[in-house]
T-cell receptor
């Protein structure tokens, strides 16, 4: 069965420091991969996505993620964190088959706190 | 930027009551979804809807749940007889399939509290 693992429940980084949030997936074929961010009381905002091609994808707010097939990973990175990045981050995998492909499988999320 | 809008943002209802959550998907999108997130848990897929019918649903989406696109713009989720365990954030989402690629955009969610 497909699954997504985000090993870190909570991460605290200092403002200006670099960030890497881990995501591992289990899926039989090449997945579609997404990172969403949820600020307190807000909805899910799409940060970036991977379908195929270049394994390093750029997203909004200065985030990037790298797909590594050999490690079944899609880690999210940012070189310099801002206080406004404090939120919960969700990795999700979508099925690579015809049809709606709307059944996204989400990880449990990683809560990011930013120290001044 | 177009967005998915949901109403109400928060609803409190008594157990056993019917609830309808409403959503306006992004205008040129053809696929519509409901997800839910129980407090402290994962975001879970409930149902997808395309061409006026359900295309996929999860085990969570039992007979108590139904979806409808009553007109050209709204997409609703109805819970017929709410239970305490239905308390959750419900997210509506929509997408358009382009070149076999499906990017799903979520609304801000509707908090449902069943008391």
């Amino acid at each position: 069965a497909q699954s997504v693992t985000q090993p870190d429940i909570h991460i605290t980084v200092s403002e200006g420091a670099s960030l890497e949030l881990r995501c591992n997936y289990s899926y039989g074929a090449t997945p579609y991969l997404f990172w969403y961010v949820q600020s307190p009381g807000q909805g899910l905002q799409l940060l970036l996505k991977y379908f195929s091609g270049d394994t390093l994808v750029q997203g909004i707010k200065g985030f990037e993620a790298e797909f590594k097939r050999s490690q079944s990973s899609f880690n999210l990175r940012k070189p310099s964190v801002h206080w406004s990045d404090a939120a919960e981050y969700f990795c999700a995998v979508g099925m690579n088959y015809g049809g709606s492909q709307g059944n996204l499988i989400f990880g449990k999320g990683t809560k990011l706190s930013v120290k001044p | 930027e177009p967005e998915v809008t949901q109403t109400p943002s928060h609803q409190v209802t008594q157990m056993g009551q019917e609830v309808i959550l409403r959503c306006v998907p992004i205008s040129n999108h053809l696929y519509f979804y409901w997800y839910r997130q129980i407090l402290g848990q994962k975001v879970e897929f409930l149902v997808s809807f395309y061409n006026n019918e359900i295309s996929e649903k999860s085990e969570i989406f039992d007979d108590q749940f139904s979806v409808e696109r009553p007109d050209g713009s709204n997409f609703t989720l109805k819970i017929r007889s709410t239970k305490l365990e239905d308390s959750a954030m419900y997210f509506c989402a929509s997408s358009v399939l382009l070149a076999g690629r499906n990017t799903i955009y979520f609304g801000e969610g509707s908090w449902l509290t069943v008391v």
